[in-house]
C-alpha cells in the first residue's frame, strides 16, 4: 500500500513540477519580450531613422523568445500526460 502512495505522490510532484515549469516559461517570456519592447522604443527615440531597421529586428527577437516558450510549454504539457 504505501508503494501505491510513494507512486501516486511521485505522480502528484511531476505534475506539480510540470506546471510551475510552465508557469516560469511564460513569465520569463513576458519579461524577455517586454524588455525587447522597451529597449527597441528608446533606440527609436535616439534614432528615428533606424525604426525599420529595428523593427526588423524586435520583431525576429521576439519570434526567437517566443519559439523558445512555445518548446517549453510543449515539454511541460507533456510531462503532464507521459
Known amino acids: ?47 528615428p531613422e533606424m525604426q525599420s531597421k529595428l523593427q526588423s529586428s524586435m520583431i525576429v527577437a521576439a519570434a526567437l523568445v517566443e519559439g523558445a516558450t512555445f518548446f517549453t510549454l510543449i515539454i511541460s504539457i507533456l510531462a503532464l500526460f507521459v
Not at 510540470?18 to 517570456?29: D, E, M, P, S
Open 1 to 47: 500500500m504505501t508503494s501505491l502512495a510513494i507512486l501516486l505522490a511521485a505522480d502528484a510532484l511531476a505534475k506539480l513540477g510540470a506546471t510551475v515549469g510552465g508557469g516560469l516559461a511564460v513569465i520569463g517570456a513576458g519579461i524577455g519580450i517586454g524588455k525587447i519592447g522597451g529597449q527597441a522604443m528608446d533606440a527609436m527615440a535616439r534614432q
